[in-house]
């Protein structure tokens, strides 16, 4: 099922007296752009879609609505704030954002000088949940949201504690040179891994017999990865870092499975 984000209806005009100067609103001149950078039809999966939000210095969006998907935003670049059912929350870089199905947002840059990017995942909901935001700044400080592994971190920043239907987030954070390891796959969740520093390489692929899908990534990729596909990823040279959101059973496998986090055994299915 395709997403389509819904502009809210415009609230009615005020009855203020006073006559405002008319604005003109150049060709050229920057707005708010929405970019579909995938959906279920396009990407070989079941619930995901993605976006990304570009808000260009001093811009302000219309309000959006997703009537049936609950959603996740991530602030990639500068700040932004996002009113949800009339409430502001300041997303500094690395926060998240819940935002509940059916729930009206608009999104603003107030800085005068730098553009403020935002990566947008969703999956269909039936419930309605409450809106939460997870602040880097606090996430990356609390040991029982960190989980360390031989060359790399996990954050947990939209985990299992919090109320969902079906998305569980978070980011991880390669060291130079390290790969995934063992490798994994699951028969309940189906994932996205959207790159936002560095670059590195990926494979996805049903058995190394069948090893087909073997690509570099570099900053702003996303590869969707579809149920019972393993994905392990190899940083290079330089750090690499990436989202990873998942959709379905609201689980992430090193919790679920210790053996993971062990590091020593063959491929995990959960």
């Not at 670049?77 to 059916?102: H, K, M, W």
């Not at 993971?260 to 491929?267: H, I, L, V, Y």
């Amino acid at each position: 099922m395709s997403t389509v984000l819904n502009p809210a209806p415009a609230e009615s005009a005020g009855s203020e007296s006073a006559v405002r100067p008319a604005v003109l609103v150049r060709a050229t001149d920057a707005g708010v752009t929405f970019r579909q950078r995938f959906t279920p039809a396009t990407s070989n999966l079941r619930f995901l879609s993605c976006g990304e939000f570009t808000l260009p210095p001093r811009s302000e969006s219309q309000s959006y609505c997703l009537p049936r998907q609950e959603s996740l935003l991530f602030q990639w670049e500068e700040t932004s704030i996002v009113a949800v059912n009339g409430r502001s929350y300041s997303l500094a870089p690395y926060d998240t954002l819940y935002i509940p199905r059916g729930a009206e947002f608009t999104l603003a840059n107030p800085d005068h000088a730098a553009t403020a990017k935002l990566i947008q995942t969703s999956a269909p909901a039936e419930n309605i949940h409450p809106v939460h935001h997870s602040i880097w700044k606090e996430i990356s400080r609390r040991e029982d949201r960190i989980r360390h592994l031989k060359g790399k971190d996990v954050f947990l920043m939209f985990d299992v504690g919090e109320p969902a239907d079906k998305l569980v987030a978070g980011y991880t954070f390669f060291q130079p040179y390290q790969r995934s390891w063992p490798p994994h796959n699951h028969t309940d969740q189906e994932e996205v891994y959207i790159f936002i520093n560095g670059k590195g390489s990926m494979e996805v692929y049903e058995s190394p017999e069948t090893l087909s899908f073997v690509h570099s990534v570099d900053r702003g990729d996303m590869v969707t990865i579809p149920f019972l596909n393993y994905h392990p990823v190899f940083s290079q040279k330089d750090p690499l870092e990436f989202i990873w959101c998942i959709a379905g059973e609201r689980y992430w496998v090193g919790d679920k499975n210790k053996d993971f986090m062990k590091g020593d055994t063959g491929p995990i299915t959960t």
